[in-house]
């Protein structure tokens, strides 16, 4: 069962255009959400996050949006460069008995061509 | 700057061998976690711990153990380790009420 989900496995951008990834959850008790890159051979770096009390974000190129209604996250990368070429993936935090849980989705490689 | 250490980027192991992984983190964080990352499937929960000597299964637990003497040191263990446990295996420290996990290298473990 899996309750966060990154439906598009991959993506490819242009160089200069928007990137668009997409996240969507299932469970209305999370109470934050994180995205996360990775580059081959490294471990995931944290890039931006949003609490649930919030429905935007924005830190320099990249934006995340919340939607709660739908239980739809998406992050926005304006423009999108070579060098953000990775895999995403998006996480959701749970608390339970006062300790949290990270749930990640299953990444989306984003390919940006030059 | 934050870091988090793996023991190993790379191994391979024999079915049935005795597997430790090791992770150090430098950051004075409370939690640390253990995951493993297969295609497909993304980063899988396998145990986490809060403090010093305390650990909590993740959603993947079976055929896995762990171990937190220290604060800053949080060893996965295979007691019998399966083809099945081929795997990225990725640690994560953070801070006791902070959202935000600082991951490891990754050790990349091949059972044959």
């Known amino acids: 069962d899996q309750q966060v989900k990154q439906n598009s496995p991959s993506l490819s951008v242009q160089e200069g255009r928007i990137s668009i990834l997409n996240c969507d959850y299932t469970?209305?008790?999370?109470?934050?959400f994180l995205w996360y890159k990775k580059y081959p051979a490294e471990g995931p770096t944290f890039l931006i996050s949003?609490?649930?009390?919030?429905d935007k974000n924005e830190d320099g190129r990249f934006t995340v949006f919340l939607n709660k209604s739908a239980k739809h996250l998406s992050l926005h990368i304006v423009p999108s460069q070579p060098g953000d070429s990775a895999v995403y993936f998006c996480?959701?935090?749970?608390?339970?008995?006062?300790?949290?849980?990270?749930?990640f989705g299953t990444g989306t490689r984003l390919k940006v061509l030059a | 700057d934050v870091k988090v250490t793996q023991s190993s980027r790379y191994l391979v192991k024999r079915t049935g061998e005795k597997v430790f992984l090791e992770c150090v983190q430098d950051?004075?964080?409370?939690?640390m976690f253990w995951y493993r990352q297969d295609p497909g499937l993304g980063l899988r929960l396998i145990y986490f711990?809060?403090?010093?000597?305390?650990?909590e299964k993740g959603d993947i637990p079976e055929g896995y153990s762990v171990s937190r003497e220290k604060k800053e040191r949080f060893s996965l263990i295979l007691e019998s380790a399966s083809t099945n446990q081929t795997s990225m295996y990725l640690c994560?420290?953070?801070?006791?009420?902070?959202?935000?996990?600082?991951f490891g290298p990754g050790t990349r473990l091949l059972v044959l």
């Open positions: 711990s809060y403090d010093v000597k305390m650990k």
């Open positions: 469970n209305s008790m999370f109470d934050y």
């Open positions: 994560a420290s953070s801070l006791r009420n902070f959202e935000t996990q600082y």
């Open positions: 996480a959701a935090r749970a608390t339970t008995s006062g300790t949290y849980k990270y749930i």
């Open positions: 949003i609490s649930s009390i919030k």
């Open positions: 950051m004075d964080h409370e939690n």
